[in-house]
């Protein structure tokens, strides 16, 4: 009976390859633990599986977690990982911390008005607990403020007597003096481009929304540049459109690109 001889360079090259898919898939794991992509270790050595994303031991929030990020989608993250309401202060501290930059003297301000226009956003997923804010998806419905409201007053609300023409009349005339209230008077640099004078009024008036005519109306140009203007603002992070079609100044950060 005879042998055949066993062929040790194939045998040694097929075990050299499994070696090296072996050492990158062990270099995929620690970069992925790294990352708290896989969630958090445990005592005994196993890995807890992560529901929401990056995992952050005890609800501390990591340098740069808010980086490129809207007030409204840092909250969310923000909430998400401490899993219990919070208010404003507490909101706008975490941010900070997390690498969101701002100028203003009033970041808790600002912060409070992005919260406010994505609590009236029935899309945004945060919602007003009392004087703090939470997820929606924590709550049942009735139990986030302003919710359940309108069904209440359904209730006891009484039959009313149809409006005066008079009434009607002083309605209109307050609808018409609040639409033209005059915007702020606003000084922009003479000498640089409309997108930066554009951007300057957004960021001169923190907090305040505007239309793409009022825009071009202040600035003389033309109606039909405004939008295109206040869109790439948009694209690049510097301004956020609101749900009723209006723009506003974001927090500016170093990874924002140059108008």
């Known amino acids: 009976m005879s042998t055949e001889s066993l062929d040790y360079t194939a045998i040694l090259a097929d075990l050299e390859a499994k070696k090296a ?19 958090q270790m445990s005592s005994d050595g196993t890995v807890i599986p992560s529901l929401n994303g990056p995992s952050f031991t005890g609800g501390e929030v990591p340098a740069g977690a808010f980086l490129g990020k809207s007030i409204t989608e840092s909250t969310r993250l923000y909430l998400e990982i401490v899993k ?17 930059e701002s100028t203003s ?15 009236k956003s029935p899309n945004s997923g ?18 986030t403020s302003g919710a359940g409201q309108s069904s209440k007053k359904s209730k006891n609300r009484k039959p009313q007597k149809a409006a005066t023409s008079q009434a009607k009349a002083k309605e209109q005339a307050a ?7 005059p915007m702020p008077k606003i000084v922009t640099s003479p000498n640089v481009n409309s997108a930066q004078r554009v951007l300057e009024i957004l960021q001169a008036n923190r907090g305040l929304t505007f239309t793409a005519q009022e825009i071009a109306k202040t600035l003389g140009i033309n109606s039909n540049t405004a939008p295109l203007i206040l869109a790439n603002l948009v694209r690049s992070r510097k301004a956020e459109k609101t749900v009723d079609g209006k723009y506003i100044a974001v927090i500016s950060h ?5 108008v």
């Open 21 to 39: 898919a072996l050492e990158q898939t062990i270099a995929s794991f620690r970069q992925a633990m790294a990352a708290g992509a896989l969630g």
């Open 84 to 100: 219990k309401k919070q208010t404003t202060r507490e909101i706008a501290d975490a941010l900070r911390k997390g690498g969101m």
């Open 175 to 181: 609808v018409a003096a609040k639409e033209s209230k």
């Open 105 to 119: 003297n009033d970041f808790v301000g600002i912060v409070n008005a992005g919260l406010n226009r994505a609590h």
């Open 254 to 258: 170093p990874m924002n690109a140059a």
């Open 126 to 143: 945060i919602v007003k607990v009392g004087t703090q804010w939470g997820l929606a998806g924590w709550y049942p419905k009735g139990i």
